[in-house]
């Protein structure tokens, strides 16, 4: 079965730097990567979704790696703002699977 | 305003009780899920759909029940035997059940048994 880990489970940062989150499963079977944010008690936001067939993704200040070989993907966030401050969820959608299989998450916090 | 919309957003419930989550959309999706989260714990799935009137179960299905009679409702009902209720609740859509396309989430119930 998938399973998916993500380290550290906790981060704190000073406003400004770049920093990276790490996601890493079992399985490289996989179809796609996704990465989520979760403020909160509230719902997801849907980040940015990796096909199996890509290497990287990218929106504005994120960036996101896969490396389906070795059952690894980044998000890398740049120049970070108090406002980035969330649990962020990585999961993975498997071969032949209809659900996604989620991590644990890692509360950031940006200290301003 | 298209989204996916959860009520209510607290519920406390008795044991031995049935309760019901609802979870609507107006986005079109054909595909919806069920996820619960709990504390230091990946969300995990407890039933899906992929078209009307047809649902499967998920990873924890013991103790809970859907159905699907409307494309944009997909209720949850938590029945007296799930052992341990108290949690948070996703509901969450796709365009269809495809691997390529992303699930969007409602806001969520969190269910307390008192």
């Known amino acids: 079965k998938q399973e998916v880990t993500q380290i550290p489970a906790a981060l704190s940062v000073p406003e400004g730097e770049n920093l990276v989150l790490n996601c890493s499963f079992t399985d490289s079977a996989i179809y796609n990567l996704q990465w989520f944010r979760q403020d909160p008690g509230k719902g997801l936001t849907s980040l940015l979704l990796i096909q199996s067939s890509q290497r990287e993704q990218t929106s504005g200040r994120l960036n996101a790696s896969l490396d389906k070989s070795s059952g690894r993907s980044t998000l890398y966030i740049a120049a970070s703002q108090p406002g980035d401050s969330a649990t962020y969820l990585c999961?993975?959608?498997?071969?032949?699977?209809?659900?996604?299989?989620f991590g644990t998450g890692t509360r950031l916090t940006v200290i301003p | 305003d298209g989204g996916i919309t959860q009520s209510p957003k607290y519920l406390f419930r008795k044991e031995g009780q049935n309760v019901t989550l609802s979870c609507e959309q107006n986005?079109?999706?054909?595909?919806m899920y069920w996820y619960r989260q709990d504390p230091g714990q990946g969300l995990r799935l407890i039933y899906y759909?992929?078209?009307?009137?047809?649902?499967q179960k998920g990873d924890i299905a013991e103790g809970y029940s859907v159905s699907r009679e409307k494309k944009e409702s997909f209720p949850l009902t938590v029945t007296s035997a799930q052992k341990n209720p108290t949690a948070f609740y996703l509901c969450a859509s796709s365009i269809a059940p495809s691997t390529a396309h992303t699930q969007y989430f409602g806001p969520g119930t969190r269910l307390t048994v008192l």
């Open positions: 999961a993975v959608r498997a071969t032949g699977a209809n659900n996604l299989f």
């Open positions: 759909s992929q078209i009307v009137n047809d649902f």
């Open positions: 986005l079109n999706h054909d595909a």
